[in-house]
């Protein structure tokens, strides 16, 4: 049976995840631009790649001993502190990982506190687990102590989940005596915490506290790192951290005692990477991109709210890592219902509910700066503010 | 930091999941031998890589389309029945697959029927998501049909399990007209099957019945198939085929939704592979290395059990495809407790009960011969041979 013409060109194109819609600036993807993705990088990296043959057989449990050590050796002085390769795994990515975390930290039907807002889809994971899923509240230092800690008593959550630097979709940097906190909090009440820490080393400014990898020692963070940010998403490759026993119970995933360790097959090519600079070269050159964008969106965004931008009546604060600005519209203000005024003029945001397991924050958005360059940026950025500028006059005047 | 130089050595070795013991010709290791691993094959494809951007991006849910039409162009002709690329999602494996129809295709507390013997490793998949395994009994066709039926009425399974085709551990093959009525009695009492058909294109003889996905437009089979045992098991990549809604639901997946389809990376230098022959070129010389091996061990199975295969005291069918010989010990020996003597003289194997959710087929035993070469196989046939005979030797004899 040959595939027909028309199947074979539909299914050509069906190549990446989409989330667009044709000929609208969405400032709601997440995802790194296309012209940004490291292709003459891993066209080097595979042409002179070695294929030991442990890439190609079952790999180890915990992952490729020499990408740990690769890793080990490169994060060392970016987090800033030492990362053990020994109490470390490789995932394939953090989704994978969350859905990891889920089922072997915790049963159906008990309870995962997140922070409110927090990243969409995390929550779609920990549906497919049956987990319930509580919101607590934050400030501009993170998770709120005496909150989490009556949630703890409250709730007994398998884990706490939390984005700790530049969150999604917040762009917050929990404190490092906050960090330190949460952690004392947890260990006495006897839960984990699964910290998502996709965006740390994308930072553009001052360095952040250190991740919670910094508490390994605590027994009860589990740190989850990827590659998806700085450097590719596709390699579905990430790194998990966590001291034993809560590391062995993650290794003794049914998946992993059947197949094997996760993606065998991209560490080699990563760790050749990481050894000769590669990697840590694009991931400098990501961050000076993306901190000039953040200087494109911040202007555009002045010139369209006024320059008093914790005073007025949009406010926001400049995200000094991450992909994200969250922008507050006045109380009341409804983003979801304004979106769609912004899409028929060609640009699209994330309204802010879509973060909120209560459905909280209808009146916040986010815009990302990952996915489009400086001129769309700066497009999208006046149509979205057109918009919500219009919203709120006609809000104002009962219109 | 500096990792000391200890630690570099041990976490240098840590690459390949091991099974075997040292100096232990471990004839119960079901991965594909070092030496035979397709390395020259890889350096050659990634050498000349393309590189396009989706293979870094996120990747579509359902998988690249590039690589379902290669799928199912490779297939079709192998399969001898027509491969739908739209009915098809790209997997991380069988082991990812199962672990995710475990997740979309039941809940917590539901029954999955399995082949009593069954994949041991599955059942640690089942475990992780909380369900129940419950076997059933197999003839030289397969699933028996009454039995099956009898199970579907009492236990409502959220779907049965199945290796149709040159089964692990026994290597049994489901015959086509058992594989019709097996459909036709899943489908009329409203539940799934999940067919890993993870040795369908390892045939050494005559081409097996068509695998289960010539009966997708039933709406009610699950098709696992991989490159694991064909190609390279580090790749971490298969495909699922199905019919719409159980596609869906598949594709529902948490971690899809959040991370993109699973393996981008992988995709575009096995599309390369099957495009221009070389994976399926590849795939017929291990077909006929296993076929020597099978010779090999049958006779060096003969030479010890003598040449009555089916009447005498140990008994077993020479395979036809895939990676393992099952025997069977007189009735009451128990393989597990002779496995330490022959691990003593430098031989052992996979004992019986390892494979039975109940724990029976203690006096079996399952050899692969996948992970040795011919003279390898020989000795350590020999030494199991030896072993078995003395057990039965001295249970005669009340020794």
Known sequence: MRIPDDVRARLASQTSQLWGEPGVIDLGIGQPQDALLPVEEFRRAMASAAVPRFQLQYGIERGDGLLRMALADA???????PVDAERMIISNGNSQAIDWCCATLAHPGDVVLVEDPTYFLARAIFADHGLRVIGLPTDDQGLLPDALE?????????????????????GTTTSADRRAAIVELIARHGSLLVADEVYHLLSYGAAPPPPYCAWLDSGVVVCLGTFSKILAPGLRLGWVQAAEPTLARL???GTLVSGGGLNPFAAPIVTAMLQDGTALA????LRSIYAARVGVMDDALRDAFGP?????????????????FWLQLPAGMDAAAIRPHAVARGAAFQPGATFSPDGG?????RLSFAYYGEEDLARGVRIIAETVTEAITAAATGG
Chains 1, 2 share one sequence.
């Open 361 to 365: 924050f209808g009146h916040c958005l």
């Open 251 to 253: 290794v003794g995933h």
């Open 75 to 81: 994060l060392t002085p970016r987090y800033g502190v």
């Open 308 to 324: 008093e931008r914790a005073g007025g009546e949009v406010t926001w604060r400049t995200p000094e890592g991450g992909y994200f």
């Open 282 to 285: 694009y991931l400098d050159r």
């Open 150 to 170: 009556q949630a703890l008593i409250t709730h007994r959550p398998a884990f706490v989940y939390t984005i700790p630097t530049f969150a999604n979709p917040t």
